[in-house]
């Protein structure tokens, strides 16, 4: 069965997951008034205003919204949306400092100090003159360990292996932690050249956390954007794939439509319960186990890294839309509630599925449109 087979079935199965980007925009953000206030109701009863809207982040959602921007422009195209992939550290700072519009993340605003720094939440807040800034799930896509590794169709990992791994204490292909989970393949001798974002990264943050969960105390950092273990950096999603792909005996995280895209291979995981292929059906296992930890209307969840349920894929991540719940001009608001709410639509979501991303589970869905709209 082919991978976007797959993925329509397991969307059926468990409904999960998606999203990402268009054309790259600048910093700066759209005065204040140059959007035009006037709208137009689309041939789907959607409200489309006039207007431009900027936004930037995560690069692990760049593939999912750059088809959602060009569906929903098919219905309201007097609208241009631009997102900038730099990576959701850098797009929550380019939104606290008011640059852009809305802000894609694939971790949720933290709530504490860090460095001397005030909380994310805190300085989202108060670029949304002193009200809260919403964590909005609208992709939710699994993390694959992609390899290039030749002879080796079938590569299986457990936590622990994976810990070490990346932490730079097994160093060799053939290591005999490797060799115990994959018997009967034949292993190289050579070095093991690990990849991984040099940018500041959702996904190094949800993949670390993965290490931290599941590897048994070999992954001794804390679960971080910046990347604290072995190996060679490269910028964004496109960039650790494209490391991987022309580099013999190499491997990286990285979300999994860059790993088909890129024809790499993909590790299965065994958390205890025998080897598992990524697909949509074991994804989607591992996020039933995801509980929404916020309050009100942000929508921010806790996922279960650990998971053991048979069956389950545990490596996946939430990119959220970081909006402000008060506090944008009128104009903007209007476009970033059109968008977004085109974005959680059924016709929005059902957009993904293709690409190696998938809807969002139908009870998170209606709780983020009811959110969306609640914007003011």
Same mark, same amino acid.
């Given at each position: ?9 397991? /969307?059926? !199965?468990? &409904? ?5 980007? %268009?054309? +790259?925009? #600048? $910093? ?13 109701? /689309?041939? !789907?009863? &959607? ?5 431009? %809207?900027? +936004?930037? #982040? $995560? ?17 309201? &195209? ?29 971790? &949720? ?268």
């Amino acid at each position: 069965m082919s991978v976007n087979r797959l993925f329509r079935v397991g /969307s059926v !199965a468990v &409904a999960s997951l998606g999203v990402l980007a %268009l054309s +790259a925009c #600048g $910093s700066d953000p759209e005065p204040a008034g140059s959007s035009s206030p006037d709208s137009s109701t /689309s041939s !789907a009863g &959607a409200e489309c205003p006039k207007g431009t %809207l900027n +936004a930037e #982040g $995560s690069s692990a959602q760049k593939n999912a919204i750059e088809e959602v921007i060009s569906k929903y422009n098919e219905k309201c &195209a007097d609208v241009t949306v631009n997102y900038n992939p730099t990576g959701s550290g850098a797009g929550i700072k380019q939104f606290n400092a008011g640059q852009v519009d809305f802000a894609g993340s694939d971790s &949720a605003l933290k709530t504490e100090p860090k460095d001397g720094a005030p909380a994310e939440s805190e300085a989202a807040a108060k670029r949304c003159q002193a009200n809260p800034a919403l964590n909005l799930p609208m992709v939710i896509g699994p993390i694959a360990i992609a390899y290039n590794l030749d002879g080796v169709s079938k590569l299986v990992l457990d936590g622990p292996t994976a810990a070490k791994i990346f932490a730079g204490t097994i160093k060799t292909w053939n290591d005999p932690a490797i060799a115990k989970l994959n018997a009967g393949v034949t292993l190289p001798s050579a070095p093991i050249s690990v990849f991984f974002r040099s940018d500041e990264s959702g996904t190094t943050e949800n993949f670390t956390k993965y290490l931290k969960a599941a590897g048994g105390g070999a992954w001794t950092k804390e679960p971080a954007k910046k990347w604290a273990g072995t190996g060679a950096g490269k910028e964004k999603s496109a960039g650790v794939a494209e490391g991987v792909k022309s580099t013999k005996n190499a491997i990286t995280y990285v979300e999994w439509s860059y790993a088909v895209d890129n024809k790499l291979g993909v590790a299965q995981i065994d958390a205890g319960a025998g080897p598992v292929e990524l697909s949509a059906d074991s994804a989607g296992k591992a996020l039933a186990a995801a509980k929404v930890t916020g309050t009100g209307n942000d929508l921010a969840m806790k996922l279960d890294y650990a998971t053991k349920a048979p069956g389950a894929y545990p490596i996946i991540l939430v990119t959220y839309e970081i909006a402000c719940s008060k506090g944008l001009p009128a104009e903007k608001t209007a476009l970033v509630k059109s968008f977004l709410s085109y974005f959680v639509s059924k016709d929005g979501q059902a957009s993904l599925t293709d690409l190696n991303y998938a809807p969002l589970p139908a009870e998170i869905q209606t709780k983020v449109e009811a959110a969306i709209q609640a914007i003011s």
